[in-house]
Nanobody, 116 residues
Framework: QVQLVESGGGLVQPGGSLRLSCAASGFTFSRNPMSWYRQAPGKGKERKFVATIASAGGNLNYEDSVKGRFTISRDNAKNTVYLQMDSLKPEDTAVYYC???????WGQGTQVTVSS
């Protein structure tokens, strides 16, 4: 079955960096666009769009507040999508989820906390 497993979250100081990974299995990864979403604390169950990447690696799109700080990428040989997060801010604190667009499938999420 479809599995998406995120990793790489943690506690980081403002201005720091983290690299999230999402390992995919159970489907043809190279044919699926992938996205990252996040759910901030105290915001109910709303997951907000962060970034997306087309199946072949192009057509990158980002939410305005992360443009220039976050970079989405993928390695189709490793069935993995990444989110490089630089210049992190406290407002980036959230649970980050990867999402297989065509399959409407979510990972379990990884916690990112930005705090001094």
């Amino acid at each position: 079955q479809v599995q998406l497993v995120e990793s790489g979250g943690g506690l980081v100081q403002p201005g720091g960096s983290l690299r999230l990974s999402c390992a995919a299995s159970g489907f043809t990864f190279s044919r699926n666009p992938m996205s990252w979403y996040r759910q901030a604390p105290g915001k109910g169950k709303e997951r907000k769009f962060v970034a997306t990447i087309a199946s072949a690696g192009g057509n990158l799109n980002y939410e305005d507040s992360v443009k220039g700080r976050f970079t989405i990428s993928r390695d189709n040989a490793k069935n993995t999508v990444y989110l490089q997060m630089d210049s992190l801010k406290p407002e980036d604190t959230a649970v980050y989820y990867c999402y297989a667009v065509f399959l409407d499938s979510w990972g379990q999420g990884t916690q990112v906390t930005v705090s001094s």
